[in-house]
DNA sequence: CGGAAGTTTCAGTAAAAAATGAAATTTCCG
DNA sequence: CGGAAATTTCATTTTTTACTGAAACTTCCG
């Protein structure tokens, strides 16, 4: 298959972007690909579209898979797997923010909480146990925070964004 | 300088994590370094504290000093350049997103728009039209609505994150 | 000005990460 | 069951990224 320039530009920015927030090039590559087709493909479509290792298209679904990113559907008269993306932005959005923050943040949470409690503590100077605290405090105030709000409707999230600057004078108690 | 246990492991996770998002493991294990320290420390130190090459340490005050997120400061008495870090939690998470905010998401949200207004957007295929418009809907209202949140004071954007599900009824006209 | 202390640059090297492709494995159908 | 199609695994290679250390540069002081 053949890209459009428009498609190649998107799936190679996307890339890009991946690469900067530590997710592999290809991996990316592929859940955009999968985005803009917007229909199941087979995995060696995937491979000839995006001129990669048809193993390294393998490699890289079964992380897509298994971060949720990516389905699996079969096709009448087609044995082979195909592959889809959720399409709905708000939902990847939030599937990408809850499996970093069990794989990364929930360890940090735990390694601080450790840390906290080690009986060698008492060695640190005050200031790095008052920033650990703090760093602890910190993550968690965001993460339980972050749990509330993906706990929402797509549309209730919405509304909450769009508020925005609102709520800062909501909280501030004065007139909206 | 020897490290203790725990600064140590908070160094090492800090190194980690850092990795995982995109930040070389050495400009984050500084950040920590510099963090848990709470002082200034010069080059030299850094550089024999965590067994790294010198002009690795340059290198990499260089870019944390880029991101702001580490400062230039003179000990009485002492010719060389010594660097220390934001204490604040709150300060250094706002600089972090803010950083990536420009660096990253702004030429997203422009290839997106370039896209979109592109002549050869009319041979794309209308899911892939859709699906590229609503992410930059989406990206464009969490940008909007990041922004205003850190132009917060601390404390505000605390009570806000505090605030967390009660917001939710509030949005949905519900008593508090 | 001379030179010591401090810092940065950058070419070369080392380490890490990603990609390939051949071989092994699984699946499915007659 | 036999074997073709599809898929996955993994040792090896390639590519990328990070690190080092020698050399160049800058700053500051006597």
Do not use: Y
Request: with cysteine; aromatic share 6%.
């Amino acid at each position: 298959m053949k890209l459009t320039p428009i498609t190649e530009r998107f799936i190679l920015h996307w890339g890009e972007m991946g690469a900067r927030w530590g997710v592999n090039r290809t991996v990316a590559q592929i859940h955009a690909l999968l985005f803009l087709a917007g229909a199941p493909l087979a995995a060696d479509e995937i491979a000839e579209t995006l001129s990669v290792a048809r193993s390294n298209v393998s490699m890289s679904l079964k992380e897509l898979l298994s971060w949720r990113l990516v389905k699996v559907t079969h096709l009448m008269g087609d044995r082979r797997d195909h592959f889809e993306t959720v399409g709905d932005v708000w939902a990847l959005f939030k599937l990408i923010v809850e499996g970093r923050m069990q794989r990364e943040i929930a360890p940090t949470l735990a390694m601080l909480g450790e840390c906290l409690e080690s009986p060698s503590m008492t060695q640190e100077s005050p200031v790095a146990r008052q920033r650990i605290q703090e760093t602890r405090e910190f993550i968690q105030i965001l993460t339980t925070w972050a749990d509330e709000m993906l706990r929402q409707e797509p549309e209730t999230l919405m509304k909450l964004l769009k508020m925005g600057a609102k709520i800062h004078n909501f909280v501030r108690g004065n007139k909206p």
